[in-house]
Structures are given as structure tokens and as C-alpha cells.
């Protein structure tokens, strides 16, 4: 069964810098796309940051020049960078990849989420 795990979530204060990792489990033969969302109170789930097999990224507009997205493959992971947060980056952080397990086709796996919250 595959699953993701994400880590590095936390309190931290406004200006301030963390990095969220994602690390994909279980039976995996190929990964192809990950990337993170985010779910602020209130709101529904936005992209933050997507990846492609091929390392071309793509981000919202809202965090561009202050977050970057990476992945290690070797790793099975997916990196996500956060500076300058703000406190309207408070939300849960989720991962999400596009994988194939033990079946012939890709599926769309999700984490269970990571709390960032940014107060002074």
C-alpha cells in the first residue's frame, strides 16, 4: 500500500523560514508528478507548488519568489522551502504524487496533511 508522509510543519513567526518534506512508502515502480496544497480555514484546498518527473515546476501566484518546491527521487521525496511566511500562509500543508503502485496504472495518493502556522 503506498502511502505519504509529510513532516515540518509547525509554529513559527511571520518572516520566518520552514521546509516541509513528503516521503512516498510501500510498493512504488515509478513516481511522476508531486506537489503540495494547502487548506486555510474557512477556505477550500489551493495549490501551493507542483513538480514533474522532469523537474519543471510550477507555483501560485501568491508564493512566488518565497517558496520553492524540489524532490529526490533516490529519496522518494518531495521538498517544499517556505520563507517570508506570512501569516496568511497558516494552513494545512498536504502532499500529493502521482504513482504506480502495484497495479499498471498511475493513481493520485495523498498525506495526511501538516499544520504551518505563522504568529507572532
Known amino acids: 500500500q503506498v502511502q505519504l508522509v509529510e513532516s515540518g510543519g509547525g509554529l513559527v513567526q511571520p518572516g520566518g523560514s520552514l521546509r516541509l518534506s513528503c516521503v512516498a512508502s510501500g510498493t512504488i515502480f515509478g513516481i511522476r508528478a508531486m506537489g503540495w496544497y494547502r487548506r486555510a480555514p474557512g477556505k477550500q484546498r489551493e495549490l501551493v507548488a507542483s513538480i514533474t518527473s522532469f523537474g519543471s515546476t510550477e507555483y501560485a501566484g501568491f508564493v512566488k519568489g518565497r517558496f520553492t518546491i524540489s524532490r529526490d527521487d533516490a529519496k522518494k521525496t518531495v521538498y517544499l522551502h517556505m520563507s517570508t511566511l506570512k501569516p496568511r500562509d497558516t494552513a494545512v500543508y498536504y502532499c500529493?504524487?502521482?504513482?504506480?503502485?502495484?497495479?499498471?496504472?498511475?493513481?493520485?495518493?495523498w498525506g495526511q496533511g501538516t499544520q504551518v502556522t505563522v504568529s507572532s
Open positions: 500529493n504524487a502521482d504513482i504506480r503502485g502495484d497495479t499498471p496504472w498511475f493513481s493520485t495518493y
